[in-house]
T-cell receptor, first 113, second 113 residues
């Protein structure tokens, strides 16, 4: 079955540290890829997305992600995290531009000031 | 102010009772979705609707029912047949049913006692 694997369930970093959250999906066809973020007490919102073109995509708040098709990966990165980045991050993919988003289990990031 | 509203924010019900969760959007989106979020499991799709008066089952539809009588409304009923109904329920919408970003509501936390 199609699935998304997020390797880290909990990550704790100090401010200014670099961040990389792993995401791998299992599907051999065409995919659209997403990272969503859920800040404490807020709605789930889109951080960035990849549909086609340049595999390195930039999102809001200095986040970026790289699609590596050969590795079925879409890792999220940020060079220097801030306390305000404390949130839960979800990777998701959509198969063949269908209706269906398949989500990973999420990674809780805590950034210590 | 466009968006998705879900009510109520917290809901308590006794075991064996049906309960209906509200979802309204004023984004003029065609497609609407219901997800269930459980700790450590990410989001799982319950039902989705691409157009008024039409809807399809997602991955975990058993014990749930929906209706789509109006474009802006997509209520979810959690029936007594749902074996483990206590969860956080998220409603989402998108412009088209595939290939696009989904926008999420604030969620309803249902607790069945």
């Amino acid at each position: 079955a199609q699935s998304v694997s997020q390797h880290n369930h909990h990550v704790i970093l100090s401010e200014a540290a670099s961040l990389e959250l792993g995401c791998n999906y299992s599907y051999g066809g065409t995919v659209n890829l997403f990272w969503y973020v859920q800040y404490p007490g807020q709605h789930l919102q889109l951080l960035l997305k990849y549909f086609s073109g340049d595999p390195l995509v930039k999102g809001i708040k200095g986040f970026e992600a790289e699609f590596i098709k050969s590795k079925f990966s879409f890792n999220l990165r940020k060079p220097s995290v801030q306390w305000s980045d404390t949130a839960e991050y979800f990777c998701a993919f959509e198969m063949d531009s269908s209706y269906k988003l398949i989500f990973g289990s999420g990674t809780r990031l805590l950034v210590r000031p | 102010d466009g968006g998705i509203t879900q009510s109520p924010k917290y809901l308590f019900r006794k075991e064996g009772q049906n309960v209906t969760l509200s979802c309204e959007q004023n984004l003029n989106h065609d497609a609407m979705y219901w997800y269930r979020q459980d700790p450590g499991q990410g989001l799982r799709l319950i039902y989705y609707s691409q157009i008024v008066n039409d809807f399809q089952k997602g991955d975990i539809a058993e014990g749930y029912s929906v209706s789509r009588e109006k474009k802006e409304s997509f209520p979810l009923t959690v029936t007594s047949a749902q074996k483990n109904p206590t969860a956080f329920y998220l409603c989402a919408s998108s412009i088209t049913s595939g290939g696009g970003e989904q926008f999420f509501g604030p969620g309803t936390r249902l607790t069945v006692l």
